[in-house]
């Protein structure tokens, strides 16, 4: 999206607006990777007895995502790997963990009323 908002000019002052602010990039993050974490939780797992094995391959292929996602930021950019990418992988690992929360929460509660 920020790459877009370079040849955008109206698209980039909202842009700026909006993921401006350090927080705001930080809690964009999170989410994301809490819905993707959540979402490939619901699709991939089936049942509680597998869950575990599967709910590490998942926080697997986010990790990867957010691997690529900080690359593919940084091809733009120009630069190399620094503290702030580390930093957002940790940010993106603690959102898709709390998607794994929210999903075993409501998996717990969903098999508890069976």
């Given at each position: 999206m920020a790459w877009v908002a370079h040849f955008i000019p109206g698209y980039n002052a909202l842009f700026n607006f909006i993921f401006g602010p350090v927080w705001m990039h930080w809690v964009s993050h999170a989410l994301l990777f809490a819905v993707l974490g959540f979402l490939l939780l619901t699709l991939v797992v089936?049942?509680?007895?597998?869950?575990w094995?599967?709910?590490?391959?998942?926080?697997?292929?986010?990790l990867a995502a957010a691997i690529l996602q900080e690359s593919?930021?940084?091809?733009?950019?120009?630069?190399?790997?620094?503290?702030?990418?580390?930093?957002?992988?940790?940010?993106d690992m603690g959102g898709a963990m709390f998607g794994a929360?929210?999903?075993?929460?409501?998996?717990?509660?969903?098999?508890?009323?069976r």
């Open positions: 089936e049942d509680k007895k597998d869950g094995p599967r709910v590490l391959l998942v926080l697997s292929v986010v593919i930021q940084l091809s733009y950019k120009a630069r190399t790997w620094g503290s702030d990418e580390w930093f957002d992988l940790a940010v929360l929210i999903w075993r929460g409501l998996q717990h509660r969903r098999l508890s009323l």
